[in-house]
């Protein structure tokens, strides 16, 4: 009788995340695979159906963008991870949610792209661990201890990651897969060529502040007559920032939604951006780049280029796991501090001193 086929579950989110998790699957033909959108437990379950977390990825929208991607690749789909007891190992694409019904897997979670700023909020969950940690947004992923290995994208990454607080034997850095092969986009199709491209950020769909016009006039002031082009992120209201471009850009200003940046960002001269991970693509290109980031920090932890092997490192991984009998890490009585005491000292210091 033929051996019976382990099963890995993904947890996707994103596009972007949904594509590293589909080309990790493709690494490891031995297995069967699951496939879910983002989903959360009772809380974030309640935002989603109520419309509150519309615009993050347990919202409608990313997660119909989700399955349609999923169905038109035929993966097998388990939104939610309805038989969740039957799967051997968990890759996720974020921890800011650990599902509880994934409870007592063993987990790989994958460093999606650059991380948020540490912001009032990141403190606040480091001081009290018993608030969500999505409050914090993409600041404190990695924070959550409740998986076996964190997959990133670079050493740079790692030593962020470990200043947080994870554990550095549980880092491995395998690159990521959709920024490590950046010099691949320099052949493409794309028409245009040396302009001032801006990315933008979903800042404001995502609950932060963001002073549009002045970035707009930042961009104006960067092309100095050259040709602008805007790519706008995938989440963000389109008519409302096609509006203040046409407003406040020059004549003859483009603007996309769709297409694919990383070609886009190979024929630009100049790349703008506030807080989005295609700085990295413009960095491992020798762009010209412009972030809200400091950018000797930004180059420190861009993702390592390997050629587009990540994914095949981080299957490595996943082997070693499934053959591993190093019991799961995931339990929720693993949170038990209402306070975190030991990190009064830290966030003293932080009021003094901002970090990346």
């Not at 959550?144 to 607080?165: E, H, P, T, W």
Request: proline letters at 4%.
């Amino acid at each position: 009788m033929p051996e019976k086929k382990k099963k890995i579950f993904y947890v996707c989110g994103s596009i972007n995340q949904t594509t590293q998790m589909h080309k990790i699957s493709k690494e490891l033909p031995e297995f069967e695979h699951y496939f879910s959108p983002y989903y959360g437990n009772k809380f974030e379950e309640f935002l989603r159906v109520t419309g509150l977390g519309n615009t993050t990825i347990i919202g409608e929208k990313l997660v119909n963008r989700c399955l349609s991607y999923l169905n038109y690749h035929d993966l097998k789909v388990d939104f939610g991870g309805k038989n969740a007891d039957e799967y051997d190992l968990v890759v996720s694409c974020s921890d800011l949610v650990v599902q509880n019904n994934l409870k007592g897997k063993k987990m790989i979670v994958v460093q999606e792209g650059m991380t948020d700023p540490e912001n009032f909020f990141y403190h606040l969950v480091k001081l009290f661990p018993i608030l969500p940690r999505w409050i914090a947004s993409t600041s404190t992923t990695g924070i959550s201890d409740q998986y076996n290995y964190f997959c990133v994208a670079s050493q740079g990454y790692a030593d962020l990651f470990i200043r947080k607080g994870v554990k550095p034997e549980k880092i491995k850095v395998t690159g990521i897969p959709n920024f490590d092969d950046c010099a691949k986009s320099l052949k493409n199709d794309f028409p245009h060529k040396n302009f001032v491209l801006v990315c933008t950020s979903d800042a404001r769909e995502t609950f932060k502040i963001e002073n549009r016009k002045a970035f707009i006039q930042k961009a104006v002031d960067i092309a100095k007559g050259r040709q602008i082009i805007f790519k706008l992120h995938p989440n963000e209201n389109r008519k409302r920032a096609e509006r203040e471009i046409k407003k406040w850009a020059p004549a003859g200003t483009l603007v996309f939604q769709g297409g694919v940046t990383e070609e886009m960002i190979a024929n630009c001269d100049v790349l703008l951006t506030r807080f989005s991970s295609t700085v990295y693509v413009g960095i491992a290109l020798g762009k010209e780049v412009y972030s809200d980031f400091d950018l000797t920090d930004l180059k420190r932890m861009t993702p390592i280029q390997n050629g587009g092997t990540s994914a095949a490192n981080i299957a490595t991984y996943c082997r070693e796991l499934l053959d591993s009998a190093e019991a799961p890490v995931y339990s929720r009585a693993k949170v038990t501090n209402w306070v975190n005491a030991d990190y009064a000292p830290e966030l003293v210091l932080n009021l003094f001193a901002s970090k990346p």
